[in-house]
C-alpha cells in the first residue's frame, strides 16, 4: 500500500544531493536517510524501514521509505504517524523544510508466523 502527500504539498523539489560535487554538508542524504530511519523505526507497529529515495536541495527535502509492520495495527495510521514523525525529526535536527514523505507499506508480519528477528520492534498489545 502506498499513502500519497495530501493535496497541496509539491513532491518536485529539485535535484538529488551529491550530484553538484563531493562536498559533505550536515544536511546530506545519507545523514537524512538515518534521521528519517531511525524517526520510523519508533512507531509502534513498525518493524522494518528502509529509505527509497532522498531528494535534497538547499531548503527542503523529499523522502520515500518503504515499510514492513506488524498484522493488527492500522496500516494508514502507521504511515500518517511515520510521515508526522519523520517530517518532524528532519526539520529538527537538518532545519530543512520536508516537503513531502511517501510511505510505502511493502509487507505485513504476522505474530506467531513471521520470525520476529526480522525486525527492530515487536507488536504492541492492543
Do not use: C, F
Request: aromatic share 2%.
Amino acid at each position: 500500500m502506498t499513502t500519497r502527500p495530501s493535496a497541496g504539498t509539491n513532491p518536485g523539489i529539485g535535484p538529488a544531493a551529491g550530484t553538484t560535487g563531493p562536498e559533505r554538508r550536515p544536511g546530506d542524504t545519507a545523514d537524512v536517510a538515518r534521521i528519517a530511519v531511525q524517526a520510523a523505526s519508533l512507531v509502534p507497529g513498525v518493524s522494518v524501514v528502509r529509505p527509497a529515495a532522498v531528494r535534497l536541495d538547499d531548503r527542503s527535502v523529499g523522502l520515500d521509505l518503504h515499510l514492513i509492520t506488524w498484522y493488527g495495527h492500522s496500516v494508514p495510521t502507521i504511515a500518517e504517524t511515520v510521515r508526522a514523525v519523520v517530517t518532524d525529526q528532519v526539520a529538527a535536527q537538518t532545519g530543512l523544510s520536508v516537503a513531502v514523505v511517501t510511505v510505502t507499506v511493502d509487507d505485513l508480519l504476522v505474530p506467531g508466523v513471521d520470525s520476529s528477528g526480522v525486525g527492530t520492534a515487536t507488536p504492541e498489545d492492543g
